[in-house]
Nanobody
Framework: QVQLVESGGGLVQAGGSLRLSCAAS????????MGWFRQAPGKEREFVAAISRNGGSTYYTNSVRGRFTISRDNAENTVYLQMDSLKPEDTAVYYC????????????????WGQGTQVTVSS
């Protein structure tokens, strides 16, 4: 089992920044690719960003590329999502998730999920 706990969400004005953290415990963190997903009211959960097990590769959905940065610290068992130039359309509950071996864009491929953290961007 892997337990994931997100933090860092909140209310921010458009153009502002937030940094989300996801702390992992349980099995060896470096064995898992990590992803960030988000879900807005009335919408399906969507892929935001992912990072490979050693942090050497990162992946982003087009709408956040250049504004968001995913990173991880395997010594601290934590994955981060730095969100800059935030827009109202980024408003959602953000979830981190863990997956064995290679990353995936599909939420259904991830085994472990955090409880989510709310991000609200006001215009």
């Amino acid at each position: 089992q892997v337990q994931l706990v997100e933090s860092g969400g909140g209310l921010v004005q458009a153009g502002g920044s937030l940094r989300l953290s996801c702390a992992a415990s349980g099995r060896t963190f470096s064995n898992y690719a990590m992803g960030w997903f988000r879900q807005a009211p009335g919408k399906e959960r969507e892929f935001v960003a992912a990072i490979s097990r050693n942090g050497g590769s990162t992946y982003y959905t087009n709408s956040v590329r250049g504004r968001f940065t995913i990173s991880r610290d395997n010594a601290e068992n934590t994955v981060y999502l730095q969100m800059d130039s935030l827009k109202p359309e980024d408003t959602a509950v953000y979830y981190c998730a863990a997956k064995d071996s290679a990353f995936s864009y599909q939420p259904s491929r991830y085994t472990y999920w955090g409880q989510g953290t709310q991000v609200t961007v006001s215009s």
